[in-house]
């Protein structure tokens, strides 16, 4: 009973304190906003710190659950992406009324993460799915007197459920042809029928929709601009990652046996995502949706990585992942910082930022850095391990476009820094307030965007976890 | 210990700055690169005693992919590690005159400008060399960017992006080396150096390396983004441009293409060749036409450098020793010509050749340094430009005389334009009134003459840096013809 226990210990923390909440919020009822943001974010940190004690492997109600040492990481950066998010998010959240109700939803939806990325059987993985996706769209719709974020919601939710239906669909074909859902049993019994290829294009279309790989990224500029910075972050950060460690042990799990077929696939969607999501960010005007192409584009390279060998690919996606949650929230911290006491979200807003507030500016362009992937950030060694792993393969072709991919991508990184830095602004920001939580989190990212290249012991623990698969 | 203590003090350096006041950010950046400078002599004795223990440094880095922290020096890293060092506290010295807006960001900057340097001419380690390689760009398109003149935001844009563009190629040509590798892979250079690979992957190597390191020398025609970039920087980022950033070039040119794709080379070389020398007539003769002094000096930059990397191409003894004397001869012609076209500028307010005259006879001492320096830039004998340009077209000569004729034409040019401009701005008539222009003083002297001495000793004792690069050339060249016969013998 008690291995039981300590096997879902990441998904009974997050229950406890999603109960702690409510009670909370029945018990007394006006406790004041400030009060209320300590408290969540020391309960964060201790459920963040929990991650890394009492860790056991095993699996649970008849193989459908299943806990091992690459799971266990993957959830813990999952709750560093949480914590930092919650930190950013003090600001704009102590302005708001529905302090309580806005983090159930965010913990419900991690909670749901935990789930799909411990599954082992599609059942649960869909049942963790939908669990993370459907309080996001009451999430994206939480600035409740603004139309675009009711927009936004709409389109979530309707993208959102077309692709469960896809994956669902997709899910029945292949218990039509192998009567199982188990992941390891699966393995064994798919042959590459054309029943089974045409689940698995529906299953990878699901996972392209949730991933906004091209082309399947239609909602996610409007979702991403619509919805509140802290979601557009979670969304961006958060609910990818998970989704990408889950879309990398479907693949490698179960189709393993297909792998010739789904090699052509993800390159076709590496290449498409890259060069679209590069395009479409040129010429964005507004920071959020330029930051939603940037993260497309992005997603094109994590896929070039997974197109690499089972173990290379699995350690260089988790650890860009990781890489990725540093480099995306320390720029979205900086929007979320500006966009609260402002509300200026354009890019020509920032002009002149960097007179105004230069420790802010220098931390977004440190982290567009990483994110455009220049040595010496973490963010180019990231996207290196990338490279290295879809090289193993031998196709160069695919490396070189990547190549040329980054090129595009840091001319519009760069723009913004010029922007910041360079040009003059008749209406200047005035200086921002930075309060402690966002500080903790913006010193935090760039302590992982500056030290995480240079200590790639990292890379070798994920990459000696990852044997697992 | 050497090696590593070489990369740590610059970064503890630009900690110090950015915790230390601003008002003595200047001082705190010119102690940190003379004690480089110190080290960086200590390592050359060590050098001499033939010590080489002290100038490694080997620690794993990331073990999954084979990469290591591995540094070192043999004499071509050392002559360029050399250079480095000794132009520092020169660049810091020189930007006493000037204002500068947030110093601390300034020189810690230049802090980590030297980092890079440092670690792309001891990397052993293909990977570490790309890092280091790359580490370069962002401080030194901070430094142009902000504190340059006008348009210098599109113009160190078009650079940075320009030169990124280059080397991601060389990063793919690396990635797909280390696969070819035998067993575990590995990023180690000399692992590299033992590949046998076909031709055609050869040809493709080459032309990845050499676009990389041809837009960063530059080499004609890639050389659009550099007398722009050039005029709009700030003094000390264009000495930091020309000095030392675009030796990173020609030194990946010797490192990578001749050891590794020798039959790359020996399949375009004669097309590379005549790029060279192409750029080597044509930047002259653009230098003939200027009236910015700047923008000569950085025209007349392309030329020099044009005919070092043929001299790497022609890949013989010659020639490269002549390559690599050159690197350094001009690394100190180049930052003290800038540096004098600074004090002009200063001084009078202009660096427009039509708007001066006169100036040897209002700064006596001034006419003298910028003589004996614009001689060693045009190669008389005795200074330190004769050497390397006789070995250079001596190298040159063998690979094919008519090459060597038509580079030869650099001297001839050179003498043109760099004459053109003593005339019309140190001797004629006085065109600006102030009278009471003060001569070059105090500090200044410190710093020009003893680059003015380098000059003349180099010239006279060629040998103190020619011996130390003597054994790696032959042995670079060993393995060159080494490789060359194991291919063809397959």
């Known amino acids: ?469 | 210990m050497i090696a590593i203590t070489l990369l740590l003090l610059p970064v503890i350096f630009a900690i110090i700055l950015l915790l230390a006041p601003a008002a003595s950010s200047r001082r705190i950046a010119l102690i940190g690169s003379i004690i480089s400078f110190s080290i960086t002599a200590f390592a050359y004795s060590q050098y001499l005693q033939e010590d080489f223990t002290k100038l490694n440094f080997d620690v794993s880095w990331a073990s999954a992919f084979g990469i290591r922290f591995n540094i070192g020096m043999d004499g071509i890293s050392l002559i360029l590690v050399l250079l480095t060092a000794l132009l520092y506290p020169v660049i810091i010295a020189s930007t006493s005159r000037t204002v500068i807006s947030n110093p601390k960001a300034f020189y810690s900057l230049m802090m980590l400008m030297q980092l890079g340097l440092m670690g792309v001419f001891m990397a052993k380690d293909a990977f570490l060399f790309y890092v280091f390689y790359e580490l370069t760009l962002i401080p030194v398109y901070f430094i142009c960017a902000v504190w340059g003149g006008d348009r210098s935001i599109p113009i160190t844009l078009k650079f940075f992006i320009y030169t990124l563009a280059g080397s991601l190629l060389m990063l793919i040509a690396i990635i797909y080396l280390y696969f070819k590798t035998p067993g575990s892979h590995t990023f180690d250079i000399q692992a590299f150096y033992q590949l046998t690979l076909t031709p055609v992957e050869q040809g493709w190597i080459f032309w990845a390396f050499f676009l990389a390191f041809a837009v960063k020398i530059p080499i004609f025609p890639f050389h659009s983004w550099q007398p722009d970039t050039y005029t709009v920087s700030p003094m000390a980022g264009t000495m930091l441009l020309a000095g030392l950033m675009l030796k990173m070039g020609i030194y990946g040119l010797i490192r990578f293409i001749l050891p590794i794709v020798p039959l790359g080379l020996e399949d375009w070389v004669d097309f590379a060749m005549v790029l060279c020398i192409i750029g080597i007539v044509y930047a002259s003769l653009i230098a003939w036409q200027q009236q910015d002094l700047k923008r000569l000096i950085a025209y007349s930059s392309i030329a020099h450098v044009g005919l070092i990397a043929a001299g790497v191409l022609a890949a013989n003894t010659a020639g490269l020793q002549g390559a690599i004397i050159q690197m350094f001869n001009h690394g100190i012609n180049v930052v003290a010509l800038f540096f004098m076209i600074d004090i002009i500028e200063n001084r009078y307010g202009t660096r427009w050749m039509d708007e001066l005259g006169g100036i040897a006879g209002q700064m006596k001492k001034l006419g003298v340094l910028f003589m004996i320096v614009m001689l060693g830039s045009i190669g008389l004998p005795l200074t330190n430009g004769f050497v390397g340009e006789f070995l250079l077209l001596m190298g040159m000569y063998v690979f094919n005389p008519w090459a060597a004729a038509f580079a030869g034409l650099t001297l001839i040019l050179g003498a043109v334009y760099m004459f053109r401009l003593y005339r019309n701005v140190f001797l004629g008539e006085v065109k600006d009134h102030k009278m009471t222009t003060s001569d070059v003083a105090g500090w200044e002297g410190f710093i020009l003459i003893p680059l003015c001495a380098i000059v003349i000793v180099i010239g006279i004792f060629p040998s103190i840096l020619l011996n130390v690069s003597e054994q790696p050339v032959q042995q670079l060249l060993q393995f060159m013809n080494d490789h060359k016969s194991g291919v063809s013998g397959l």
């Not at chain 1, 991403?224 to 490698?252: C, D």
């Not at chain 1, 699995?314 to 006491?341: D, E, M, R």
């Open chain 1, 1 to 469: 009973m008690n291995e039981a226990l300590l096997l879902m210990k990441p998904e009974l923390i997050v229950t406890v304190i999603i109960f702690i909440l409510l009670i909370l919020h029945v018990a007394r009822e006006n406790s004041s906003p400030a009060y209320l943001l300590n408290l969540i974010n020391g309960l964060l940190f201790i459920n963040f710190l929990c991650g890394f004690f009492f860790n056991r492997e095993g699996t649970l109600f008849g193989d459908m659950y299943v806990t091992n040492g690459l799971i266990v990481l993957e959830k813990n950066i999952l709750n560093l992406g949480m914590l930092l998010i919650s930190l950013q998010a003090t600001d704009w959240l102590k302005k708001k009324d529905f302090i309580v109700e806005f983090y159930v939803l965010l913990l419900t939806t991690l909670l749901g993460m935990f789930f799909m990325l411990s599954s082992n059987n599609l059942l649960m993985f869909y049942l963790g799915l939908e669990l993370s996706s459907i309080p996001l769209a009451a999430l994206a719709n939480f600035e409740l007197e603004k139309r675009k974020s009711s927009e936004a919601a709409m389109k979530f939710i309707m993208s959102s459920a077309f692709s469960s239906g896809l994956l669902l669909f997709g899910i029945s074909m292949l218990y039509g042809t192998t009567g199982t859902l188990n992941f390891a049993q699966l393995a064994m019994l798919i042959d590459g029928n054309p029943l089974q290829l045409f689940s698995f294009i529906l299953l990878l279309a699901g996972f392209g929709f949730k991933i906004s790989a091209v082309p399947f990224h239609l909602w996610t500029a409007d979702v991403y601009e619509g919805s509140p910075v802290a979601v557009t972050s979670y969304l961006s950060v958060i609910s990818k990652g998970a989704i990408l460690f889950v879309m990398a042990s479907v693949l490698f799990t179960v189709f393993k046996p297909l792998v010739e077929t789904w090699y052509n696939m993800l390159y076709l969607l590496a290449v498409l995502t890259m060069i679209i999501g590069n395009l479409f960010a040129i010429r964005q005007q507004n920071l959020k949706r330029f930051l939603a192409f940037s993260s497309i584009a992005q997603v094109g390279f994590i896929l070039i990585g997974m197109s690499g060998s089972s173990q290379e690919a699995t350690a260089s996606v988790i650890y860009f992942v990781l890489i990725y949650v540093f480099s995306n929230l320390g720029a979205f911290g900086v929007i979320a910082l500006v966009s609260a006491q402002t509300g200026k979200e354009e890019i020509d807003d920032y002009k002149g930022f960097y007179l105004s507030n230069p420790m802010l500016a220098l931390v977004m362009t440190l982290s567009l850095f990483s994110l455009a992937g220049i040595p010496p950030t973490a963010g180019f060694f990231g996207k290196f391990f990338l490279l290295m792993a879809g090289a193993g393969k031998g196709n160069f072709v695919l490396i070189t476009i990547a190549a040329l991919n980054m090129v595009i991508s840091l001319y519009y990184y760069l723009r913004i820094v010029k922007v910041m830095f360079m040009e003059k602004n008749e209406t200047p920001m005035e200086k921002l307030q930075i309060s402690l939580f966002p500080r903790i989190s913006l010193l935090t990212c760039m302590a992982g965007i500056i030290l995480i290249g240079f200590t790639t012991l990292l890379y070798d623990y994920i990459f000696s976890l990852s044997t697992s698969f």
